[in-house]
T-cell receptor, first 113, second 116 residues
């Protein structure tokens, strides 16, 4: 079975630009979560979507938004990019909303110059 | 708020040495606890988990016991291999009882280097 897939794998953007990151969960998983991992730190929670509704949001500015589609895939959008947005963005899926182990993709490495 | 603290790395060991990576947590509810491992260039993989006090999670020779009295979830392995070299993350999930989303809160990660 395919795991969580993310695209693109690497991305370079300029300050002020917009970026869209994509995630396809494991088949049958209805929950998708997004995490930001800055180099040398643990992942920080951005969003969780379950059954196409936002179920949780971390401490990130409104420049960050996301959505989940009927097929449970998801997009993370970041507007007005800042240098500090440079990070590895991880998507994770799970069957349920609570306490289900998360299955992570390999991430999208975003570099903002 | 809830938090996870891990011992700072890097931890450098010789092959077949005993491994301990300390993890302590702060939580208001009854969290589930996890260890994830991240190999270079990859995402995180679940290594083991424990959902209630005194539970022991185990996988691939790694073990961790949920200690509520000391709020700890230390990772141990009796004999490490070169292939165990990676970054290890301790994490907690707040669970449904507190009305939250079930998000994971991670520690800062501990790098393990195993030398032949």
């Amino acid at each position: 079975d395919a795991g969580v897939t993310q695209s693109p794998t690497h991305l370079i953007k300029t300050r002020g630009q917009h970026v869209t990151l994509r995630c396809s969960p494991i088949s049958g998983h209805k929950s998708v979560s997004w995490y930001q991992q800055v180099l040398g730190q643990g992942p920080q929670f951005i969003f969780q979507y379950y059954e196409k509704e936002e179920r949780g949001r971390g401490n990130f500015p409104d420049r960050f938004s996301a959505r989940q589609f009927p097929n449970y895939s998801s997009e993370l959008n970041v507007n007005a990019l800042l240098l500090g947005d440079s990070a590895l963005y991880l998507c994770a899926s799970s069957p349920g909303q609570y306490n289900s182990p998360l299955h992570f993709g390999n991430g999208t490495r975003l570099t903002v110059t | 708020g809830d938090s996870v603290t891990q011992m700072e790395g890097p931890v450098t060991l010789s092959e077949e040495a005993f491994l301990t990576i300390n993890c302590t947590y702060t939580a208001t509810g009854y969290p589930s606890l996890f260890w994830y491992v991240q190999y270079p260039g990859e995402g995180l993989q679940l290594l083991l988990k424990a959902t209630k006090a005194d539970d022991k999670g185990s996988n691939k020779g790694f073990e961790a016991t949920y200690r509520k009295e000391t709020t700890s979830f230390h990772l141990e392995k009796g004999s490490v291999q070169v292939s165990d070299s990676a970054v290890y993350f301790c994490a907690l999930s707040e669970g449904p009882g507190s009305g939250n989303t079930g998000k994971l809160i991670f520690g800062q990660g501990t790098t393990l280097q195993v030398k032949p």
